[in-house]
């Protein structure tokens, strides 16, 4: 017995024929016509996706273009976000400043110095109305990268949002809101591993239920391999962590294969060209198994790792700034061959300041050049087959392999506990300490060379013209929040934020709630992570190093 | 005037908010490996708990990491603070300080800035000169 489904070409074929294809000839440079898919199964598009997700991959669609921005105040960050728009960006992503993203306000001692320096700084739902002021929420993809308080910034969005007619129901885009990552990584925490995890099962069955359009995590590696990490161990811990959310909403009662289909993943791109390809490749494999085999995902959608990509900021280097653009270039091919969803590309002058406005665009321009120039999206996968990516690809996965092994047995059979074990123990922040002092010991000692830093060191004409914030923005950011603290309603305020508190008592009752009720009074930041700080107590990470 | 064969007592810290640690743990092990005493204190140090630290471990020294372009205040800070204290031991900076804010810093008290790409050798290097300066 035959039929056209037990052919695996032919139900590639059937899935490419059914999608639609973006309007451009699929032929080289020189007139050459090319196949949109070469070699072997499983294909593109088919389970366990090591090719990619999609049949027709960037034939249908390129790859969202979706650089990061913020700084100074809202107004500074509403420009660069019309700038990019303008320039042929197609999705906007927030960066905020260090108080916003450890929920700190203006005025907090805490945030003397920082403010607006290394992103927008937000506090009340007045900033954030102002950084959105003139887009058209539902015509863009909107990415911010927070997590302590991603559920604040995600009631603020939605308000914003509303207050302008567009329905929660309408938003795309994605929320970091991946605080595993943070205990391993980024250090960006308020509240312990536990009760931050119910914010974000909270936040899951919230943006299920009400906002189909939104993804709740992305699950990162990007700042595990910043931290240090390896490619390998970049991936483990990544998918790792996606397991242990994973399980934690199966453990509430969620079903896999509807919020499975809404969590996506945030890699890095290095400059081990091969390597990186290899890891992106493991992990949609790895993810697909899975989700299917251990978490009984039936519908494939909710087996896809879908995966932004940016290229790696720890790679920039300060000497030579200029030779970043092809350190960038490189990542970011890396990215594409690898399949990525979207994509950020780091601007030259990074390592020491956040971008210019000229090297933003410089940025953005070197991934159009490899989307529209190199024709490697005339392919799906191209490099699938080749033996050398084939085996990276399966080494990957071997050493995370290892790494889930490790966990499964720290957590006694569930990977959520073996992470959890791990940022008690030390290990997660452990492992990616050894391996940057390996990476830089290397370095040090001539067995690498960083071209620019211990090798062709010669031209170094100094640096490009950085982008500065001065005090003023501070200064200025504080004001405006003592001017919205005077206007608002301090009893809507103070009642908002003790329901809150009530709220984080009990863990049957949803967060997200009573926060979107306490942002709009426009309470800060700061007062809702405080009426919950109340309950849940803070982190303080052991110093090890 | 210290005595340059006791081994030298360093105190890292973060300063602030900025939860950037590669580096400084790098710097760290880079310190411990050439035989200095390393007092990390960790992540969300203020002035006073490291002003604290650096009386109670008797150091010689403190090195602060900075990321997060704060540097021109948290910088001039802990300077003040020291001084406040009456501690005469000298500040490092490491991080990312641009060129053009070099100056303010070392006006501001700062005895030494360690750039990105900085070796081990010009890590320890520096460590053990503004030591024995001090």
Known sequence: MSDANDDPQQRWQAAYDASKLRDVPFETMSGVPVDAVYGDGPYPGEYPFTRGIHASMYRSRLWTMRMFAGFGTAEDTNGRFKELLGAGGTGLST?????????????????????????????????????????????????????????????????????????????????????????????????????????????????TAEMPRWNPVSISGYHIREAGATAAEELAFTLANGFAYVEAALAAGEDVDTFGKRLSFF??????????????????????????????????????CRFHTQTAGVSLTAQQPEINIARV??????????????????????????????????????????????GVVN?????????????????????????FAKLDDMGNGSILEGVYAGIENGYFVGEIAD????????????????????????GDDGEANLLRIDQATEDYQRKRLDTVKRERNQVAVDESLASLTAAATDTNTNLMPPIIEAVRTYATLEEVAMAMEQVFGTYVEKAIV | MTDKTEQIRIVLAKLGLDGH??????????????????????????????????????????????HNAGHLTLAPAMVEALRQ??????????????????????????????????????????????????
Do not use: C
């Not at chain 1, 990516?389 to 050493?399: A, G, P, S, V, Y």
């Not at chain 1, 290397?442 to 090798?455: K, L, P, S, Y």
């Open chain 1, 435 to 458: 391996s940057a002092y390996r990476f830089e010991r290397e370095v040090n000692a001539g067995r690498r060379i960083i071209v620019g830093v211990n090798g062709f060191t010669d």
């Open chain 1, 379 to 403: 392919v799906a996968d191209p490099l699938g087959g080749a033996p050398f990516i084939e085996w990276m690809t399966d080494e990957m996965e071997r050493q995370a392999e290892d790494v």
């Open chain 2, 21 to 66: 640690d590669r580096g400084i743990k790098v710097v760290a092990r880079m310190l411990r490996d050439a035989g200095m005493e390393v007092i990390y204190l960790g992540l969300r140090q203020t002035t006073d708990s490291i002003v604290a630290a650096v009386e109670q471990e008797d150091a010689d020294v403190v090195g602060l990491s900075m």
């Open chain 1, 267 to 304: 890699f890095n791109s290095h400059s081990d060209f091969f390597e990186e390809i290899g890891k992106f490749r493991a992990a949609r494999r790895i993810w697909a198994r899975w989700m299917k085999e251990r978490y009984g995902a039936t519908d494939e959608r909710a087996m896809l």
């Open chain 1, 95 to 207: 960066a905020f400043d260090m108080p916003t993203l450890m929920g700190r306000d203006s005025d907090s001692p805490w945030s003397l110095g920082e403010v607006g320096r290394a992103g927008v700084a937000i506090d009340t739902l007045s900033d954030m109305e102002d950084l959105f002021a003139d887009i058209d929420l539902a015509g863009v993809s909107t990415s911010m990268t927070i997590n302590g308080p991603a559920a604040t910034a995600l009631a603020m969005y939605l308000s914003v949002a509303e207050k302008n007619g567009v329905a929660r129901s309408q938003l795309g885009g994605t929320i970091q809101n991946d605080i595993l990552k943070e205990y391993q990584a980024q250090k960006e925490y308020i509240y312990p591993p536990r009760p931050s995890m119910r914010i974000v099962t909270d936040m899951v069955r919230f943006t």
């Open chain 2, 85 to 134: 204290g009456d501690i005469d031991v000298p500040l490092i900076v490491g991080g990312i300080v641009p060129d053009a804010d070099v100056e303010a810093l070392e006006q501001a008290g700062v005895a030494a800035i360690l750039g990105p790409g900085a070796s081990a050798e010009e890590v320890v290097a520096t460590v053990r000169s503004v030591v024995s300066e001090a």
């Open chain 1, 329 to 374: 270039a490189i990542q970011a091919l890396a990215g594409a061959l690898g399949g990525t969803q979207s994509l950020h590309t780091d601007s030259y002058d990074e390592a020491l300041a956040l971008p210019s406005d000229k090297a933003a665009r410089i940025a953005l321009r070197t991934q159009q050049i490899v989307a529209h120039e190199t």
